[in-house]
């Protein structure tokens, strides 16, 4: 049985005031009977503020983005040591704002994923097709792709399914991120179960295991039906984790 991740990324969005009202409006309605675990993604600037005012709540608080390089003289980046230090426990990778926008490229998603495990942190690795990519039939071609990316930097697809299988899968179709089109939940689950079955051909056992998160315009009227399906373990959520309430039923509807 995998555990529901319900995640929101706030992206760069926030002041100091703005954060400490969310956190304080999450926090005073998270119930840690809840099956399913809560993450927030603040904005780096916010990070040390959210960890310490999340401390003793079942809210875990992860990075946005984190470098690819050990430390030294890489202006305006944030190293997997400094995001750990902080008590940060999951970043993610490869967000599709990442790639499209600051040239990310899957070679260096994998790098980043690498150095977040190697620093004890949880890698949510996004991957999703653009709508483009859709219409003309070559999703799980992209897909595969990001995924292969993260595989391929280990000795041996083995090995590196072992690795992705400590972190978390996040599938995020372009068109649907900030657009208000969510993908329906069977265009979802299609896709979830198609990277299952592509991991289940390296390892059965792992494939089964990952936890593989939809986002993209999730928000509390759609969520239940995409929770419900059988291979969507969770959510990635922007802008309606901006909102405590709205978040909080999110959290709800995932238990
Ligand atoms: O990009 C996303 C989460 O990482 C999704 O954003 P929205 O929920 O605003 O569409």
């Given at each position: 049985m995998r555990k529901t991740l319900i995640a929101g990324n706030w992206k760069m969005h926030g002041s100091l005031e703005s954060v400490e009202a969310l956190v304080n409006g999450i926090k005073s309605q998270?119930?840690?009977?809840?099956q399913s675990d809560v993450l927030v993604c603040p904005p780096y600037i916010y990070l040390d503020r959210t960890i310490q005012m999340a401390q003793g709540s079942k809210l875990a608080v992860g990075g946005q983005n984190l470098s690819e390089?050990?430390?030294?003289?890489?202006?305006?980046e944030v190293s997997g040591d400094m995001l750990s230090d902080l008590g940060a426990t999951y970043v993610l990778v490869g967000h599709s704002e990442r790639r499209s926008l600051?040239?990310?490229?899957s070679q260096l998603v994998a790098d980043k994923y690498a150095k977040a495990l190697e620093k004890g942190l949880k890698p949510v690795l996004c991957v999703g097709e653009t709508l483009e990519e859709r219409e003309n039939g070559s999703t799980m071609k992209v897909v595969k792709s990001q995924i292969d990316a993260v595989l391929d930097f280990y000795q041996d697809k083995e090995q590196g399914l072992e690795h992705l299988g400590q972190g978390v899968i996040a599938y995020e179709p372009v068109w649907a991120i900030g657009t208000g089109v969510t993908a329906t939940p069977e265009q979802a689950q299609e896709v979830h179960a198609a990277i299952r079955d592509y991991l289940a051909e390296i390892n059965q056992d792992v494939a089964d295991k990952v936890q593989i998160l939809y986002g993209g315009s999730m928000k509390s009227a759609n969520a239940e039906q995409l929770l419900a399906q059988?291979?969507?373990?969770g959510g990635l959520i922007?802008?309606?984790?901006?909102k405590a309430d709205e978040f909080i039923a999110i959290c709800k509807i995932a238990g």
């Open positions: 998270l119930d840690d009977n809840w390089q050990e430390q030294g003289a890489f202006t305006g600051y040239g990310e490229s059988k291979d969507i373990d922007g802008g309606a984790s901006l």
